[in-house]
């Protein structure tokens, strides 16, 4: 990265648009697209977990974005800062054969191919149902977290550019 | 001596939800049981009132690992009902795809799910920590399966380009050169994994299993053949039912196939590599020579070895399609549905899957059959877990899990794909 370039992010919206809450992630990733900043991209998951280490490949700042199962209550919103700690793997369904998002999290940090920073915003679902929309608790989830990740994204840069101007 | 019980309560790195149960009394394996819990899914009775254009799509979802099989069984038994024969550019794509399915899935099993036991860690995370090359290698060969599977299925979850007749939409060949240079060096990396693999500890352990596969004039198997075994056998896929039974057991959700007059026998690359060795290249037998494997392997764990060698076949296979690609005239034959049934075999990366379909005259399912190569495998995975457990009875308990894991990791058991064949019996009083 070139001093005074903002560090390249990309948002990963991980899960299933035709099974109900399941496409949260995908929902925040279509919000992100028409007010993507620059330097940020985004990416859809909805196969194979192991093309994220692929994915992510030259950015510096990954954020990812899941629904989970419901525990507590519908459309609350979990951050997790994966660098430096794991995902709760409770949090997650465990996947069998193939690997799942905390499985291929944990397989990068192992080979050493994590991005600088990486973090996750996992969303409660409430229905998982085929053919099924976004509950109203996960749209209101995904418009707030949407914001969130600007906002997040906004102060990373700033910080960088302010980091930057010191180096100048 | 006092009798024990071991239990493995849920197997890891299988597909699926299994347990594992042991019984050894006065020093002797009494018991074992493989049972699968994981829930029933009925893809039988969910075919039935489909029509025969919704068949690839609902079969692929059986199985997120092997869809294609799913699809290949499933678009050759529609077929062979309605007499269709597809162009042979048609059926060289078929094969194509198959063999993405083959590299990803295999490299996946070899290198995420297996190496580990040999290695001795717990899981594929803590081993690339200290395989870091190896472990980047599969990843590598998955994602060039994975390629080749999008380009001619369109996704490489569920494809959703095969149809009855052909492909809605077939590549040119602008699109399968880059396709080319990925496989050549994916072909490379098999070969590492292959000489990698074949520096593993295998236990002594040797089974005489019963083996079956397809068999073909003069293809490795992969769409088509006959069934055959090492006792004899040698049928038509629309007999399997005459020769192989499904039974129920109490103890788990899959049916256990067998054999009427024999019992139980083996599917899956160990079968085909010993069934069909003289249809592979002369490049891929020496290879073979080259790490030890015997024309007829008779230890399972070194079946790790077996789909090493099949990544590099299909790998080799893959580039031999391309080159010989010429684009057909036509994407696929019209289909015309008529009254009958039709019957498939063909080669999953575990072993043969057998597909069945009877229809009415406007081509709606009135009934279905499919049995997966775990089902088949299953009296086998037992059968070798309660030799593996009498050679270990003097290791430690939780050695002895390890290697009764191990042991069915040997066969790649997909258990979700097993488990779609529980009878619902209700009884009204």
């Keep these: ?168 | 001596m006092a009798s024990r019980s071991i239990k493995v309560d849920y197997i890891a790195r299988v597909e699926g939800e299994s347990s594992l149960a042991l019984d050894i009394r006065n020093g002797v394996v009494d018991a074992v049981r493989l049972s699968i819990f994981e829930p029933p899914r009925f893809f039988e009775a969910l075919l039935r009132g489909r029509g025969f254009g919704e068949v690839l799509d609902i079969v692929a979802r059986i199985c997120g690992i092997c869809p294609i099989a799913y699809q290949m069984s499933g678009v050759h038994a529609i077929e062979d009902a309605f007499g269709i024969e597809v162009d042979p550019p048609i059926r060289a794509l078929r094969r194509l795809f198959y063999c993405g399915e083959w590299i990803q899935s295999h490299s996946l099993h070899i290198v995420m799910l297996h190496a580990p036991d040999f290695l001795g860690y717990p899981d594929a995370i803590a081993m690339a920590r200290d395989h870091g090359a190896a472990v980047e290698r599969a990843l590598a060969l998955k994602k060039t399966g994975n390629e080749l599977i999008r380009l001619l299925g369109g996704r490489e979850i569920h494809p959703i380009n095969a149809r009855v007749g052909g492909f809605y939409r077939v590549p040119s060949r602008a699109e399968l050169d880059p396709m080319a240079e990925s496989l050549k060096r994916a072909r490379d990396r098999a070969i590492d994994m292959l000489r990698w693999a074949a520096s593993f500890p295998f236990p002594e352990f040797v089974r005489e299993y019963e083996l079956v596969a397809l068999r073909h004039p003069d293809e490795y198997p992969m769409n088509a053949g006959r069934i055959v075994s090492s006792a004899g056998l040698d049928i038509a896929a629309r007999d399997y039912e005459k020769e192989f039974i499904e039974l129920q057991v109490p103890h788990s959700t899959a049916l256990h196939s067998a054999l009427k007059r024999r019992g139980a026998y083996l599917v899956g690359p160990m079968a085909r590599y010993a069934l069909n060795r003289d249809r592979l290249p002369a490049e891929i037998r020496a290879l073979a020579d080259e790490v030890g494997l015997e024309p007829r392997c008779r230890n399972p764990f070194r079946s790790i070895l077996v789909r090493a060698l099949e990544v590099t076949y299909a790998c080799d296979e893959a580039l031999r399609l391309i080159a010989t690609y010429e684009p057909p005239a036509r994407a696929f034959i019209p289909a015309e549905p008529r009254a009958g049934v039709g019957y498939a075999c063909t080669e999953a990366p575990r072993g043969i899957l057998y597909h069945c379909y009877r229809f009415d005259e406007e081509g709606t399912i009135l009934d279905a059959r499919l049995v997966p190569p775990t089902a088949q495998n299953q009296a086998v995975i037992e059968e070798d877990l309660q030799q593996v457990a009498t050679a270990g009875l003097d290791l430690p308990v939780d050695d002895l899990k390890a290697r009764c894991e191990q042991s069915i990791r040997n066969h790649d058991p997909c258990i979700s794909c097993a488990a779609h064949f529980l009878q619902l019996n209700v009884h009204r009083i």
């Design chain 1, 1 to 168: 990265m070139n001093e005074g370039e903002v560090p390249r992010a990309l948002v990963i919206g991980v899960g299933n648009p035709d099974r109900g809450d399941d496409g949260v992630g995908p929902a925040i990733a279509h919000r992100l697209r028409t007010r993507a900043p620059s330097g940020m991209s985004i990416f859809e998951l909805g196969g194979d977990a192991l093309a994220l280490i692929e994915a992510w490949e030259g950015f510096s700042i990954v954020i990812l974005v899941d629904a989970i199962e419901p525990t507590t209550k519908p459309g609350e919103i979990y951050r997790f800062d994966l660098r430096d700690s794991q995902l709760p793997i409770t949090a997650m369904p465990q996947s069998s054969h193939a690997f799942g998002l905390a499985e291929t999290i944990e397989l990068a940090r192992s080979l050493g191919r994590l991005p600088q920073a990486l973090i996750a915003y996992l969303i409660e679902g409430e229905r998982f149902e085929t053919g099924t929309p976004l509950s109203p608790a996960s749209e209101r989830a995904a418009d707030l977290v949407a914001d969130k990740i600007l906002a997040e994204l906004a102060t990373i840069n700033k910080a960088f550019r302010a980091g930057a101007g010191r180096h100048a």
